[in-house]
């Protein structure tokens, strides 16, 4: 975005934003070195993009870079947002449970804990309820809308909240894949989807079908904007 209005951009910082910018930027570096993970890891992009825009622009022209700013501000959400203020353990696992049913599965469920007979069994805790996924994809459609404004009000409202659903759904899918393969003999598939790399398929996955349901709209609505433009 900052690449397509560079030449509008009014460049040019003084010692002060310098300084300061530096000091932001050795600051982020330093604590990504010391604390790796954590809640910290939210902020790391948004304060370093502080830093840098401090630095080429000083602290006068500083709201430039506020939709550039918001939008790191979204998508560093799940690391922001803590997993037991908003517990949707309960919800997932009733959820998954659903899927499992009308997939034709004797499944179980009492409150997080899914079972599956003979001995197959899942407890859905926070950090599996979905959580960070929405709030990822929340941060993805926010991302998108500033790359393809849009000027309906509604789209406003739907393409964030088709991110945050789609999230919870697959998410949810996830929950019902690990139940079925959570068994004594098919150890190496549970810890392979319930592992970091499982959790990056459903991640791509859930940015990959929300890309492809805006273009479909995007789509639509273009082509009726034709055809009102032929039959006015």
């Known amino acids: 975005m900052i690449s397509e209005r560079r030449s509008k951009l009014r460049l040019g910082s003084d ?3 310098l300084v300061c910018g530096t000091l932001i930027l050795l600051g982020v570096m330093g604590i990504a070195i010391a604390t790796p993970r954590g809640i910290v890891l939210g ?3 948004i304060v370093g993009a502080l830093g840098l825009a401090l630095m080429a622009s000083g602290f006068r022209h500083i709201g430039q870079y506020r939709n550039e700013l918001f939008g790191l501000l979204c998508l ?3 690391k922001l947002i803590s997993l037991q203020t908003f517990d949707l353990s309960p919800l997932t696992a009733s959820f998954a449970t659903t899927l499992m049913w009308y997939a034709g599965f004797p499944v179980q469920r009492d409150g997080i804990r899914i079972t599956l007979p003979p001995n197959n069994e899942l407890n859905v805790v926070p ?3 979905g959580l960070n996924l929405m709030l990822y994809m929340f941060g993805v459609s926010v991302v998108f809308l ?3 404004p849009t000027s309906k009000r509604r789209n406003l409202i739907l393409f964030p909240a088709l991110a945050v659903g789609l999230g919870f759904f697959l998410n949810a899918i996830r929950i019902a894949l690990l139940t079925f393969v959570n068994t004594s003999t098919n150890r190496s598939a549970f810890d392979y989807w319930h592992g970091e790399e499982g959790a990056l398929f459903f991640v791509l ?3 990959g079908v929300f890309g492809l349901l805006c273009w479909v709209l995007l789509g639509l609505e273009g082509r009726k904007k034709y055809f ?3 039959h006015p």
């Open 127 to 129: 950090e599996c309820s």
């Open 76 to 78: 560093g959400l799940p």
């Open 43 to 45: 902020f790391y992009p």
């Open 228 to 230: 009102v433009s032929l």
């Open 15 to 17: 010692p002060i934003s």
């Open 205 to 207: 996955l859930s940015v």
């Open 146 to 148: 500033m790359l393809f």
